[in-house]
Nanobody
């Protein structure tokens, strides 16, 4: 079984910072990419940032220059440093991972989501 566990959400004032963390656990899972998505009430889930196993990163235009995604391959972890937070950053942030599961034959591709962590930016 593969599981993603998120942490770091909370309440912060506009202009403040938060750091989200996501750790993947489970055997026989080779991760190709990890990323963060967010969803506000009534809105569709949107991509925030992704990073591949090679280190390539991608950001939504709305967070460029403010958010930084990073990873630790040894820990199968991904982080999201969020600075200069705005009200519109409020939402549930979900960790996402894609990879190959080799615990069965033949191996299969998996897409795994975390449970989400709430980020609220408000004064």
């Amino acid at each position: 079984q593969v599981e993603l566990v998120e942490s770091g959400g909370g309440v912060v004032q506009p202009g403040g910072s938060l750091r989200l963390a996501c750790e993947a656990s489970g055997s026989f899972f080779s991760i190709y990419f990890m990323g963060w998505y967010r969803q506000a009430p009534g809105n569709e889930r949107e991509l925030v940032a992704t990073v591949t196993d090679k280190g390539d990163t991608n950001y939504a235009d709305s967070v460029k220059g403010r958010f930084t995604i990073s990873k630790d391959n040894a820990k199968n972890a991904v982080y999201l440093q969020m600075n200069s937070l705005k009200r519109e950053d409020t939402g549930v942030y979900y960790c996402d991972a894609g990879g190959e599961y080799s615990g069965r034959s033949p191996p299969v591709d998996l897409r795994v989501w975390g449970q989400g962590t709430l980020v609220t930016v408000s004064s």
